[in-house]
């Protein structure tokens, strides 16, 4: 059965988009006309996952639950009701069942501060990286210049067999400025806090 709630916030769908290019996920149930949201994360993740469904929760059936996953994982979840909104945004950022970036993209602080916490890692004061190893090549280009009408200056990092972004040691101050004002507490460590 279809969501009839409104339409989401800027905020919300600002959440919704940094979870899509980061963990989360839309998906249309064959047969159905709306797409939902699940967003998915480990247990450790608890509070993060909380969060999210606190900002959604007007588009949700019941609060997040833990899960067993692959092997000794244990993750925890929820899932969205489906709604226009959700179709719309598969339409946007999905080519079958796989995720791409969609020129019309705009990212915002908001996106990315999701995006950061769901992606982004760090490995030193000044290694700052978005894992974007599921986008092909092209799609990171893409991101490159998303990344750039922020002012934030990244370059294509080969790591092994994969791709990802890596911030610019020029941009890491301009980076933690906008990412602090929208990380949660259990999420800091990410910017060296």
Not at 41 to 49: D, F, L, N, P, T
Not at 63 to 73: A, C, M, Q, T, V
Request: contains cysteine.
């Amino acid at each position: 059965m279809d969501n009839t709630v409104g339409s989401l916030t800027q905020f919300q769908k600002s959440v919704v988009i940094g979870s899509i290019l980061g963990d989360g996920y839309l998906r249309i149930i064959p047969k159905r006309k709306n797409a939902f949201l699940e967003i998915n994360h480990s247990y450790g993740a608890k509070e993060y996952v909380n969060w999210k469904y606190e900002i959604l929760k007007n588009f949700c059936i019941s609060p997040p639950k833990k899960r067993k996953g692959n092997g000794n994982r244990i993750a925890y979840r929820f899932f969205t009701k489906q709604h226009p909104e959700f179709t719309k945004l598969h339409k946007e950022f999905y080519k079958g069942n796989r995720k791409n970036i969609p020129s019309s993209l705009e990212l915002n602080p908001t996106i990315l501060s999701i995006w950061f916490m769901d992606d982004g890692s760090r490995c030193s004061n000044s290694d700052f990286y978005l894992n974007t190893q599921k986008f092909s090549l092209t799609e990171q280009i893409n991101l490159t210049e998303k990344l750039r009408n922020l002012g934030l200056q990244t370059t294509i990092n080969k790591d092994k067999s994969y791709y990802r972004l890596r911030f610019l040691v020029s941009s890491i101050a301009k980076l933690k400025g906008m990412l602090k004002p929208n990380l949660i507490f259990s999420m800091r460590y990410k910017i060296g806090l």
